[in-house]
């Protein structure tokens, strides 16, 4: 079905097949979209590369074919942590409690692979009276609670096989993966870590490609995310690094994909049944995907100039990476004046590449937007009920 997509000559990141073909090309975005900047002007300096999106035919994975792991570097500074919304924190609560008691792990060893800021990890720990170890080299000690650092030890490290006698009855890992180039690398040091303890669940939790192609979600895209991963190409993931997958889930209303594993004795070779089935699938939405990405950044770019030409006052909500690349890809300049973010620790900083304050909705009272374009459909009743007690009504549009 990919017939008019061009072959690309670089194999697949996910399982190794050379039978890639191109999607889209992205020019110029922020290499880091998370990373925040305390200038206008070095906002505007933020180093950028380009997004070149390949499709593998023969797993079902989407990934950057001009993807450079030598310009990426995580540090402190880096903010990924959703944990500010009501609604996520409830997702994540749920999942914890899913976990915890599915598995029956209690007072038990939990490792939480890049823990960020060990909010996750605290709820593993809380529901089931457990022990937590977590590992992320962005980890900041300060910003953990004192009754939380009681029962958790964080190692601010990238987590390796050097990590391997920190043993473990659950391991998990959510929005990792989709950062590394190789992903097998990664998760076959996870199952040499395991080694034969073969009760130790295992999940992952990375975003749905799937979600993105169905939805245009072409805010989706960033820098950061080399891998895009679909049911199948994660499942062949886990299959070829010595798993059995036990479960394979979407979640939080498709957007993310969850997998539970345990360690098998033995690699399984070969595809899973199912693989060649969902791939096809993937692809006709691949295919919509490529021949409609043009068309909703050019919708975007008219109304900007619309908006721009009546003096038209734009707010952006949500200054996670979505909002990043969509102010990147439209480059609207002045027309939009801010980005607002409930996340105090990002208020104050400026947006990279295009160079918008992040501010507090509160901020909006002054600046009285005509128009506030939501990056993410998942919070409008939030953001609606924030406006209204703010005695604002600007119109909403999503993204
Ligand atoms: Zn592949």
């Known amino acids: 079905m990919t017939h008019h997509l061009p072959p690309s000559p670089v194999p697949?990141?996910?399982?190794?097949?050379?039978?890639?073909?191109?999607?889209?090309?992205?020019?110029?975005?922020?290499?880091?979209?998370?990373?925040?900047?305390?200038?206008?002007?070095?906002?505007?300096?933020?180093?950028?590369?380009?997004?070149?999106?390949?499709?593998?035919?023969?797993?079902?994975?989407?990934?950057?074919?001009?993807?450079?792991?030598?310009?990426?570097?995580?540090?402190?500074?880096?903010?990924?942590?959703?944990?500010?919304?009501?609604?996520?924190?409830?997702?994540?609560?749920?999942?914890?409690?899913?976990?915890?008691?599915?598995?029956?792990?209690r007072q038990k060893d939990v490792i939480d692979v890049g823990c960020g800021k060990g909010d996750f990890l605290a709820m593993l720990c809380e529901h089931g009276d457990n022990r937590g170890f977590g590992f992320d080299p962005s980890y900041v000690p300060e910003h953990m609670a004192p009754d939380r650092a009681a029962r958790m030890t964080i190692v601010q490290d990238f987590y390796s096989p050097q990590y391997a006698s920190t043993k473990a009855d659950l391991i998990t890992c959510r929005h990792v993966l989709e950062h590394i180039q190789y992903p097998r690398t990664f998760v076959r040091n996870v199952r040499t870590a395991v080694g034969d303890r073969l009760s130790t669940v295992v999940f992952f939790e990375v975003p749905n490609v799937l979600y993105t192609l169905k939805d245009l979600g072409i805010w989706d895209l960033i820098y950061e995310h080399c891998s895009y991963f679909s049911v199948p190409s994660l499942r062949e993931v886990f299959r070829a690094c010595g798993f059995t997958v036990t479960e394979l889930h979407e979640l939080y209303e498709g957007q993310f994909l969850g997998i539970d594993t345990v360690a098998a004795s033995a690699p399984q070779g070969g595809l899973d049944a199912a693989t060649p089935g969902d791939v096809k699938r993937i692809a006709d939405y691949v295919d919509r995907f490529a021949a409609e990405y043009d068309a909703k950044v050019s919708q975007w770019r008219q109304k900007l100039v619309r908006w721009k030409e009546k003096n038209v006052k734009v707010a952006v909500w949500g200054g996670g990476s979505k909002g990043v690349t969509f102010l990147n890809v439209l480059k609207p300049g002045p027309t939009v004046g801010c980005m607002i973010d409930i996340n105090p620790r990002k208020q104050g900083m400026f947006v990279a590449g295009t160079g918008q304050q992040i501010v507090a909705p509160e901020h909006l009272q002054s600046y009285r937007p005509d128009v506030v374009v939501i990056m993410n459909p998942v919070y409008k009743e939030e953001i609606y009920g924030i406006l209204g007690e703010l005695g604002l009504a600007p119109s909403l549009e999503l993204a």
């Not at 505007?44 to 989407?62: E, M, N, Q, R």
């Not at 609604?87 to 915890?100: E, G, K, S």
Request: glycine residues 4%; negative net charge; aromatic residues 10%.
């Open 12 to 105: 697949c990141t996910a399982c190794g097949a050379t039978t890639v073909n191109s999607v889209v090309a992205i020019r110029s975005v922020p290499i880091h979209c998370n990373l925040l900047w305390p200038t206008h002007e070095e906002a505007l300096k933020a180093p950028s590369g380009d997004i070149t999106l390949g499709f593998c035919t023969t797993c079902g994975h989407v990934f950057n074919t001009t993807f450079d792991p030598a310009v990426m570097e995580y540090t402190q500074a880096y903010e990924n942590s959703l944990h500010f919304s009501p609604r996520f924190q409830q997702y994540a609560d749920a999942l914890a409690r899913r976990l915890v008691e599915r598995y029956a792990i």
